[in-house]
């Protein structure tokens, strides 16, 4: 890990975790962008064990970076970074991915949901900008909605979202629970948290393309994303709730 000395965070920051596999065409902007319109946080990019140069490149974008070993995926490389914030004491997380499809003007509104939840989704379906997903992958989108809405008790209609801000009590949460397996960093972890006692809300945000790479449209590629969703979603009905004592 390149970091500064060990330090307690102020109370008035809060850390973005940025997750990056091999990602050197375009975390530099990324984060060239996000840094300065966001000098109230700290920026982690958790490399997750990236065979190129991201990692050296988001040092000298003026990130802290933290060192994977090996590739553990979204949700590996994501509780690395909520252990990275109990150790250091931040009270506000946020999840930024590094293809620079969330925009930075979006993560304070965010962070304003977590002042009436423990989780607050920046939602892509709910009536703000153009994105859209067609085929299985949408129709598996709106049942999953559907479905942990209403678990959570509130509508929601973007679970599958990765730009999600968190407080400490979700901090200490996903130190405990925050699974590796395929859409267990959205679906599985949010199930969860949810049943553990959490509470959820969204805001509406835009989204927009990936900044390198092309996106998949695959017809194949989305049916398999219906099946393990769904998949995914009976993994979290199944997890053992987190007690409040195990979230110190």
Not at 222 to 241: C, I, N, Q
């Amino acid at each position: 890990m390149s970091a500064p000395s060990p330090f307690v965070a102020a109370p008035d920051r809060f850390l973005i975790i940025m997750p990056a596999w091999n990602e050197e065409s375009v975390i530099g902007g990324t984060l060239e962008e996000l840094i300065p319109a966001m000098p109230q946080a700290d920026v982690l990019v958790v490399d997750d064990g990236s065979t190129d140069a991201t990692a050296a490149i988001a040092e000298s974008a003026g990130a802290r970076v933290l060192r994977l070993p090996y590739n553990l995926g979204v949700g590996g490389a994501m509780r690395a970074g909520f252990k990275y914030a109990r150790r250091f004491q931040y009270q506000r997380v946020i999840q930024v991915d590094a293809d620079g499809q969330h925009d930075p003007k979006n993560i304070l509104e965010v962070l304003e949901g977590l002042e009436r939840a423990d989780i607050s989704i920046g939602a892509r379906f709910a009536d703000r900008g153009n994105y859209e997903a067609k085929g299985p992958r949408r129709w598996a989108m709106i049942v999953l909605a559907a479905v942990i809405s209403r678990i959570a008790r509130t509508r929601l209609t973007d679970v599958t979202s990765g730009f999600r801000a968190g407080n400490r009590t979700v901090i200490a949460q996903y130190c405990e629970h925050y699974p590796a397996e395929y859409l267990g960093d959205t679906i599985d972890s949010l199930v969860v948290a949810v049943r553990s006692g959490l509470t959820v809300t969204q805001v509406p945000v835009e989204m927009r393309p990936r900044q390198a790479g092309t996106p998949s449209n695959n017809p194949w590629k989305a049916a398999v994303y219906l099946m393990r969703s769904f998949f995914a979603l009976g993994m979290a009905m199944t997890r053992r709730k987190v007690t409040p004592e195990e979230r110190v």
